[in-house]
């Protein structure tokens, strides 16, 4: 498989795939481009990019350490870095920073990785056999899914559409994995920016807070953004959605202490090393002996987005789309904001 890389706008397809079976690949997308910019004058001479150097780059950068991605692709060291090497030269773009005791991806390797890693996650899954027979439809969340409708929201796909089985994926990331192309669709909370993106906001939860079940702010029957700001602020600046801009910039917090996920959020309030602040559903799907969960008087809310890439997907996700807006509607307590006639979902 090769791909190769050019500057004109629209990009024709370079990649084809052709499955034996017409009839099992009718419905599904088996063309698959990787198209960008070139960021140097002149073509760099060499070999058409292959999927083997993709995966060598993603490794890396998904590691920053060249042992434990060479580790990971089962390959050696001076292999890994031939690859991203010759990689970098036919891009003609440095995508990693070597030139620090850390290895750091560059802003080029950035905007390269969620488009090497959308190739990729296609490439492998139109060659997944077993996916020729069910397509799944893969939701991903970063935490909290669905909030307090998930267990509906699966229970009804599974009456309605036995034969497209609903795959909730976790993700740690902030749209958990769409714009990479690990999921069709993703549940989100907060304002979504990433490009190529069309969401829509299902309902809006309320903040709360989480302290240590044993401190003194887990007694309070409420609480507000000010009475967090003393001790450290635990932030999940991978996949949250709370930032230093939640609070005044004359009364933000003292310290911070940032981790990457839910579950190390959770460990580190527990522990007793900071408080944080997430919605209601958190408190509802991850209860933790050593968190209590505080409402919050002053803090604004949080929509609840269904968000999906702006081109064709999985067929089946218009009927998503659909039961979601169906469950949402079920609760008038929790609907979503009225819109304008005309006004496209937000």
Not at 109 to 133: H, I, W
Not at 151 to 174: K, M, Y
Not at 209 to 231: I, K, M, N, Q
């Amino acid at each position: 498989m090769h791909w190769t890389v050019q500057d004109e706008k629209p990009c024709p397809p370079r990649v084809s795939l052709h499955g034996k079976d017409a009839r099992a690949f009718r419905e599904m997308p088996v063309t698959l481009s990787l198209c960008f910019p070139r960021m140097n004058e002149e073509p760099s001479p060499g070999r058409p990019v292959e999927l083997r150097h993709l995966r060598a780059f993603l490794a890396v950068a998904d590691e920053l350490n060249i042992t434990r991605a060479a580790a990971r692709l089962r390959l050696t060291q001076p292999a890994v870095s031939r690859t991203l090497a010759a990689l970098e030269r036919h891009l003609g773009v440095r995508l990693v920073d070597r030139s620090t005791h850390h290895l750091a991806l560059t802003p080029d390797g950035v905007a390269f990785r969620d488009k090497a890693a959308t190739a990729v996650a296609a490439f492998d899954e139109a060659l997944d056999s077993g996916r020729l027979r069910t397509w799944p439809l893969r939701l991903g969340h970063a935490w909290s899914a669905f909030g307090p409708y998930t267990t509906p929201l699966l229970r009804t796909w599974q009456e309605r559409f036995p034969g497209t089985p609903l795959e909730l994926l976790r993700i740690d990331d902030r749209t958990a994995g769409l714009t990479r192309g690990e999921v069709d669709a993703a549940l989100l909370r907060g304002p979504v920016d990433a490009p190529g993106l069309v969401a829509e906001v299902l309902f809006t939860e309320v903040r709360v807070a989480a302290v240590t079940a044993d401190g003194p702010l887990a007694a309070r029957p409420s609480l507000e953004l000010a009475d967090l700001v003393d001790g450290p602020v635990v932030l999940n600046t991978v996949s949250g959605t709370t930032t230093v801009d939640l609070w005044p910039p004359h009364a933000r917090p003292a310290a911070t202490l940032t981790v990457g996920n839910t579950d190390d959020w959770l460990t580190a309030i527990a522990a007793g090393r900071g408080s944080g602040v997430s919605t209601a559903s958190t408190a509802e799907l991850h209860p933790h002996a050593g968190v209590a969960y505080v409402p919050l008087d002053d803090a604004p809310g949080v929509p609840v987005l269904l968000a999906r890439r702006d081109a064709p997907g999985h067929p089946k996700l218009p009927q998503l789309v659909s039961l979601a807006r169906e469950i949402i509607a079920r609760d008038p307590a929790r609907r979503p904001p009225e819109r304008a006639p005309g006004e496209p979902p937000r």
